[in-house]
């Protein structure tokens, strides 16, 4: 079993910076991937960006390049969520989620899911 709490939601202007971060408990969690996803109203899940704790390895969907990183300072059982450069498009609820198995990039890979920060860039 995986526990994930997700945090540094909040508003922001646009152009502006937040910091996100995904604490995670369990066991065997360095064999886990985790990833970070973002739902709008009304939108389906979006991929935002992944990493594998074994590797160091990271993936990044299309409105993460350039603007959204995971830093590979992270405190322990944690994954930050860098972004910068934040739109009004940016609003949603973001989620990080654990898992063990399968393509990193697709929410159907994923076993474990927090229960989302509210990320809201006002223009």
């Known amino acids: 079993q995986v526990q994930l709490v997700e945090s540094g939601g909040g508003l922001v202007q646009a152009g502006g910076s937040l910091r996100l971060s995904c604490a995670a408990s369990?066991?065997?969690?360095?064999?886990?991937?985790i990833g970070w996803f973002r739902q709008a109203p009304g939108q389906e899940r979006e991929f935002v960006a992944a990493?594998?704790?074994?590797?160091?390895?990271?993936w990044y969907g299309d409105p993460a390049k350039g603007r959204f990183t995971i830093p590979g300072d992270n405190a322990p059982n944690t994954v930050n969520l860098q972004m910068s450069s934040l739109k009004p498009e940016d609003t949603a609820l973001y989620y990080c989620a654990a898992s063990r198995q399968g393509t990193p990039t697709y929410s159907g890979t994923y076993e474990y899911w927090g229960q989302g920060t509210q990320v809201t860039v006002s223009s």
């Open positions: 990493f594998r704790w074994s590797s160091g390895a990271s």
């Open positions: 369990g066991r065997f969690l360095s064999t886990y991937v």
